[in-house]
């Protein structure tokens, strides 16, 4: 089995960093990643979403033609999932969607504790639109650029924990869902910090990547 994330920005450390996470938690089959070498440096608001799209798409001919089972768009705003959905013939994952459906499965309501506040309004909006506004009680930035999540250090550990702990303790939420994909590698020191249940999209994403591509028919050689 092939997963193929793409990574719609185009810094190629964060989809190194997306793939590391997916193959640790999927040993048992082949994880690639491709880079929209053609989008932003971060995806932080809608902006950057648009122009990010039309290298998405194009990646995703890519991975077909590089046999993938399934492909998972690696940014929580699910950047160009409808439109890669529309255009793949095997299933399309995001790891905002599928962090949402995770939590959706635990039961009870989750908060998204994100990065800058001009990417509230687009996970809002997919929150909505994916049908899981009634178990969302609260997206919420930390403030964090999406880089500096991904750079990592122990300023923006105590700053992304606080905000975290902040979500739960004041929204009552029983999981908190980390709203960025540089965060995915960070899953289990934030974890620890805040004695949090934690979901993360990449790993939500490679679970359900995993479990569609088994249900469609094996490919003829």
């Not at 996470?21 to 053609?38: E, H, W």
């Not at 923006?156 to 029983?174: G, H, N, P």
Request: proline share 4%; charged share 15%.
């Amino acid at each position: 089995m092939h997963l193929v994330y793409i990574n719609p920005n185009s810094t190629e450390a964060m989809t190194q960093s997306v793939v590391a996470v997916a193959a640790r938690n999927a040993p048992q089959v082949q994880v690639t990643g491709l880079t929209n070498s053609k989008g932003p440096a971060a995806i932080e608001g809608p902006e950057d979403g648009d122009a990010a799209i039309p290298g998405v798409l194009q990646l995703v001919a890519e991975a077909q033609l590089r046999g993938a089972d399934a492909i998972v768009i690696a940014c929580f705003d699910d950047t160009g999932l409808s439109q890669a959905r529309s255009l793949a013939s095997c299933p399309v994952l995001g790891i905002g969607h599928s962090a949402y459906t995770m939590a959706s499965l635990q039961g009870g309501g989750f908060c998204v504790v994100t990065s800058v506040e001009n990417a509230v309004p687009v996970i809002k909006g997919n929150i909505e639109t994916s049908g899981f506004g009634e178990n969302c009680t609260l997206v919420k930035a930390s403030g964090l650029s999406v880089l500096t999540i991904e750079q990592g250090g122990e300023e923006m550990l105590d700053q992304l924990s606080q905000a975290i702990l902040e979500a739960k303790d004041q929204y009552i939420c029983q999981t908190v869902i980390l709203g960025c994909a540089g965060m995915a590698m960070h899953h289990s020191v934030l974890a620890r910090r805040t004695g949090t249940k934690l979901i993360d999209g990449v790993v939500a994403s490679t679970h359900l990547a995993v479990a569609a591509a088994l249900t469609l028919p094996e490919k003829t050689p």
